[in-house]
Nanobody, 122 residues
Framework: VQLQASGGGLVQAGGSLSLSCAFS????????MAWFRQAPGKEREFVAA????????HYADSVKGRFTISRDNAKNTVYLQMKSLEPEDTAAYYC????????????????WGQGTLVTVSS
């Protein structure tokens, strides 16, 4: 499995940004997908996850109501739409994949993308 995240950049507080993660190497529609983030000097943390079908999603409390995870199984891509961004959202964002059910545990995911940097200015 190969994951390629893109879409990061610099945005002002209150703004919006959309991330994408392209999946290849296996059958995308059989994998749970997730986004994690890692701020400078902090541990990597869970952001959102989506089931293989896209019918179920799960969010960290810190992003609930502001971020939306979605997927397009025809395009082998998972998305993270972010709105009302805050300086505290500044981090490298990583997409991850696993078989089985959704999880918010970093250790549950065996496949990782390279990360894309999101910087939110105040």
């Amino acid at each position: 499995v190969q994951l390629q995240a893109s879409g990061g950049g610099l945005v002002q507080a209150g703004g919006s940004l959309s991330l994408s993660c392209a999946f290849s190497g296996r059958t995308f529609s059989t994998y749970v997908m997730a986004w994690f983030r890692q701020a400078p000097g902090k541990e990597r943390e869970f952001v959102a996850a989506i089931s293989w079908s896209g019918d179920s999603t799960h969010y960290a409390d810190s992003v609930k109501g502001r971020f939306t995870i979605s997927r397009d199984n025809a395009k082998n891509t998972v998305y993270l739409q972010m709105k009302s961004l805050e300086p505290e959202d500044t981090a490298a964002y990583y997409c991850a994949a696993r078989k089985s059910i959704m999880s918010d545990s970093l250790k549950a995911y065996g496949y990782w993308g390279q990360g894309t940097l999101v910087t939110v200015s105040s």
